[in-house]
């Protein structure tokens, strides 16, 4: 019991660190639907890993019904998830989400819808995973990594880095960790891709002057 109180503790302090308008672990026992979510999650995980699959399905639904955010009996979820707001959130049944996570509303980790046994997304820990994105497949998502808002993962994303767009790039962030779910920002997210066209345009920009210059020299020499 002591150790479920600890448990409890420790992810309403999780929204509270995350959430400036939190203003009390009560309050958001009480009207937060990301930390019910989770605590019917945990009633049906332990009818599901007792082969009581009916009951575990009921109590999802009636998760789902309560606070919008759909998790299968049988996804597995590590300590401290914060769900912010999480209306349209899709957790599928062998998606695996590691300790200290953060997500958004309308995400989903799902499957592509032809794979067979482990078919949803894997994330590490300290993951963030912003508002709208799709991470789709058996794919894993390393520890400290960031999901743009929006992106639509269909490959691994490594350690310490971040995905953007659809699909989604990945940018690795110098190999430092940066612990993104602490940071909370889904807004300033670098495009690689725009990173890269903006080096080559300035690339372009160096030789055209370079020729403007030869062929300043020739003139005069001619």
């Known amino acids: 019991m002591a150790k479920r109180v600890t448990r409890l503790g420790g992810l309403l302090a999780a929204y509270q660190r995350r959430d400036p308008a939190a203003r009390s672990k009560l309050e958001i026992f009480l009207l937060y639907p990301g930390v019910h979510a989770v605590l019917y999650h945990r009633a049906a995980n332990w009818l599901y890993r007792h082969r009581r699959f009916f009951l575990a399905r009921c109590v999802s639904q009636w998760s789902r019904f309560w606070t919008g955010i759909e998790i299968h009996p049988g996804a597995q979820i590590g300590r401290r998830l914060v769900i912010d707001h999480g209306s349209g959130i899709v957790i599928g049944e062998t998606a695996e989400i590691g300790d200290d996570c953060l997500l958004y509303q309308g995400v989903t980790l799902g499957g592509t819808g032809k794979d067979q046994g482990k078919r949803h997304p894997t ?100």
């Open 123 to 222: 994330l590490g820990n300290n993951v963030m995973v912003g508002s709208g994105a799709k991470v789709l497949g058996p794919l894993t998502v390393g520890d400290n990594a960031r999901i743009a808002a929006g992106a639509v993962v269909l490959r691994a994303v490594p350690a310490n880095s971040t995905a953007v767009g659809v699909p989604a790039r990945i940018a690795r962030m110098s190999g430092r960790p940066v612990y993104y779910a602490d940071d909370v920002d889904q807004i300033h997210v670098a495009d690689p891709l725009l990173e890269e066209i903006d080096a080559l345009s300035r690339r372009l920009e160096a030789l055209e002057r370079q020729l403007r210059e030869t062929n300043h020299r020739t003139e005069r020499t001619a």
